[in-house]
């Protein structure tokens, strides 16, 4: 006869199913979820950001008649301009809804410290503007150069990009692409 097996050893390898179909589980269903759930999440909320910035950038085009590369400057002039400040509290009259530029975000309202950072890493946004050297050189009638002229010319495209990689509002090098989103 066959001497059986002691129990603790069919009780061990139990357990030993128990806690592997639990880890199978975790890894196969419910982490892929949490992380796909994580991800929609992230792109969102760095979706808006960079609309908020991009509302932002007109704003400071619309007064200034140039963009900003500067986060901090964009937000010291939508805090304390006037114009933006009735713009973000005010109500269209025809249609009676808000006249405020800038996204709620996806847990709360628009706040001045979300157009820093993104919402994934914590990363700055790239935030850049176009440089344009214009040449002008002036010739008298006998061929000579008498003078050249330059200039620059500062903030006419801007380009702003998510390091996570969830888009970018703009082109350095097409006007057509100014405000165009990647995922418009």
Do not use: C
């Not at 929609?40 to 950001?49: D, H």
């Not at 937000?75 to 006249?99: H, P, W, Y």
């Not at 003078?147 to 097409?174: A, Q, R």
Request: no cysteine; net charge negative.
């Amino acid at each position: 006869m066959k001497k059986s097996e002691p129990w603790y050893i069919h009780a061990t390898l139990w357990v030993v199913i128990v806690i592997l179909s639990y880890v199978l589980i975790r890894v196969a269903i419910i982490d892929p979820t949490e992380y796909v759930a994580q991800e929609k999440y992230f792109k969102q909320e760095s979706r808006l950001r960079m609309d908020n910035l991009r509302q932002a950038e007109i704003l400071y085009a619309n007064k200034y008649d140039r963009y900003s590369d500067n986060v901090d400057s964009l937000r010291a002039f939508i805090e304390n301009d006037t114009n933006v400040a009735n713009l973000m509290t005010g109500i269209d009259t025809l249609t009676q809804k808000s006249t405020n530029p800038f996204s709620n975000l996806t847990n709360s309202t628009f706040s001045f410290d979300s157009l820093y950072a993104t919402p994934k890493t914590f990363s700055a946004y790239i935030l850049q503007v176009d440089t344009t050297m214009n040449v002008d050189t002036v010739i008298n009638r006998r061929g000579k150069i008498t003078s050249v002229d330059t200039t620059f010319v500062i903030g006419t495209k801007y380009y702003i990009e998510d390091p996570d990689g969830y888009g970018s509002i703009g082109s350095l090098s097409s006007a057509a692409l100014k405000n165009t989103a990647s995922w418009e």
